[in-house]
């Protein structure tokens, strides 16, 4: 997409180019922004967000996975000033670094074996294979941002998932909060996209339906970004609290909670009947 087409003070599509050169148009009576935290839908809608303060920064990338790897999802590796994430994945492990926002450059001119070197020191068991990120390039900058609109659409244009309210890596509940809103638009849009009029008061609905998990999502990540990632970034802590530590080991039902609401939310969204695939007989 290179911008939106406006006709009589609503976004009747958008004109794009592709990788050749091409150019062209397409025409729809909505327009749905799910281009991210530097929408350019959304910047070219005039629609602001408002943003909050980030401590951090991820840095993204993968090492193979060995036949003997037993990582735990989600599973923290910490010291002072930086931690990682590692994901497992079906054939290799995809690592998230985070340390202090706006240290990007700094990191980058330290180069590649001094990041081999931190990660080793982070996660021992990768320091065999560290060699499979052979430069900085291999390293992928996440500029950490969380933000929300207040208004997601304008008439013929509506913003969903990091286009309307960008989430912070902690929980990896991004991906969540966006389909929930994909999700949500389908079963409140369906019926006016099929009668040919879908008005600000429908796309409105939307933002409605989806605000209070998106707050509610924000507000928890900015709490523990200044009770348990900062901290650990500016090198104040090599871990989580030890009181946290102590409760969920003495009470381990509660690790329910937190589980709950980055795999389902607070308003879990179901797809419409009309979506649903009638069942395969076995």
């Excluded at 409140?188 to 099929?194: Q, S, V």
Aim: net charge positive.
């Amino acid at each position: 997409m290179t911008e939106l087409v406006r006709e009589d003070g609503r976004v009747r599509g958008v004109r794009y180019r592709t990788a050749d050169g091409v150019t062209g148009e397409i025409r729809a009576d909505l327009t749905v922004a799910c281009d991210g935290r530097h929408s350019l839908a959304r910047r070219q809608a005039g629609l602001r967000p408002r943003e909050f303060a980030v401590p951090i920064d991820a840095w993204w990338f993968r090492v193979p996975r060995l036949p003997g790897d037993r990582p735990a999802a989600l599973a923290p590796k910490a010291a002072p000033g930086r931690f990682a994430v590692v994901i497992p994945r079906e054939t290799f492990l995809q690592v998230a670094y985070i340390g202090r926002k706006g240290t990007d450059a700094q990191l980058r001119a330290r180069g590649i074996e001094a990041f081999r070197a931190d990660v080793a020191e982070l996660v021992p068991e990768f320091r065999d294979r560290m060699d499979t990120l052979r430069s900085m390039d291999d390293v992928k900058h996440l500029d950490v941002r969380v933000d929300r609109l207040v208004q997601w659409h304008v008439d013929g244009l509506l913003c969903i998932g990091d286009a309307a309210h960008a989430m912070s890596p902690v929980g990896g509940v991004g991906i969540n909060l966006a389909v929930q809103d994909a999700v949500a638009a389908a079963t409140l849009l369906a019926e006016p996209l099929r009668n040919g009029a879908v008005g600000p008061s429908d796309l409105a609905a939307v933002r409605a339906r989806r605000i209070l998990p998106t707050v509610a999502v924000q507000t928890l990540q900015r709490a523990l970004h200044r009770a348990l990632v900062a901290p650990l970034v500016e090198g104040r802590r090599a871990g989580p609290p030890k009181p946290v530590l102590a409760l969920l080991h003495r009470f381990p039902q509660l690790s329910v909670v937190p589980a709950y609401l980055i795999g389902v939310g607070l308003r879990p969204e179901h797809a419409p009947p009309f979506a649903r695939r009638s069942p395969v007989a076995g």
